[in-house]
């Protein structure tokens, strides 16, 4: 057995679910989005980054409460029976009067994107993420909270709502869970897209 491939690359089917996650918002594969809602293939690898990152937000959280207040954690966000997400948390500085509520979302980030973080460039799946966040619990404002999983170094940037992005995002997924034919390989001049690599449906789609 080659076991580098058996904890990397084995394939974790996990229950599926009856609606797309909203943290999904900005997947670039309009056909992985339709696949997760049929079956959630997931590899180990990816499995545990997940975990890692559940890990890591609670004691990143823990941490942010000397500076906010957490009023909400997993809050549920439905915008249809199909369409459903969890934010990280909501809350508001402790040293404001006002309590202005904010979404908070905690990612973790390798060494480069961490760095082209605190550049100013936002990775646009997160922006998309918080977008449709805000928009759906009428908010204004969001932390995006990042840990540089190299250094340990966190970094926290503030997004403003853009209302029209959201509700294209929204309608983007809803046009999704809708269609009833597998939508096209994400491609480029029909050899597979550079994220295809590292896709659980790499298989399903180019095999
Ligand atoms: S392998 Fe590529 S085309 Fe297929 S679902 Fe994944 S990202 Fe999309």
Redesign the pocket.
């Known amino acids: 057995m080659d076991l580098n491939h058996y904890f990397n690359q084995k394939i974790v089917t996990q229950p599926a679910r009856p609606y797309l996650g909203l943290s999904q918002a900005g997947d670039e594969?309009d056909?992985?989005l339709w696949?997760y809602q049929q079956e959630r293939a997931i590899t180990k690898r990816e499995a545990r980054i997940f975990e890692t990152g559940k890990i890591l937000e609670g004691m990143i959280l823990r941490e942010l409460k000397e500076i906010f207040v957490i009023r909400n954690r997993q809050k549920e966000i439905v915008i249809d029976e199909k369409i459903k997400g969890h934010v990280d948390a909501i809350g508001y500085l402790r040293d404001d009067p006002q309590k202005i509520n904010y979404l908070i979302e905690i990612k973790t980030m390798n060494y480069r994107r961490f760095s082209e973080l605190v550049k100013g460039l936002v990775p646009k799946e997160y922006v998309a993420q918080m977008n449709v966040y805000m928009y759906a619990l009428k908010l204004k404002s969001g932390f995006l909270v990042a840990l540089n999983k190299d250094t340990s170094e966190l970094y926290l940037t503030q997004l403003q709502l853009d209302e029209m992005s959201a509700q294209i995002h929204i309608n983007r997924l809803k046009q999704i869970v809708a269609s009833t034919q597998e939508p096209e390989?994400?491609?480029i001049r029909g050899l597979?897209?550079t994220?295809?690599q590292w896709?659980a449906?790499?298989d399903?789609?180019?095999g």
């Open positions: 594969c056909r992985r696949l390989r994400l491609s597979p897209h994220i295809c896709c449906f790499k399903h789609c180019w």
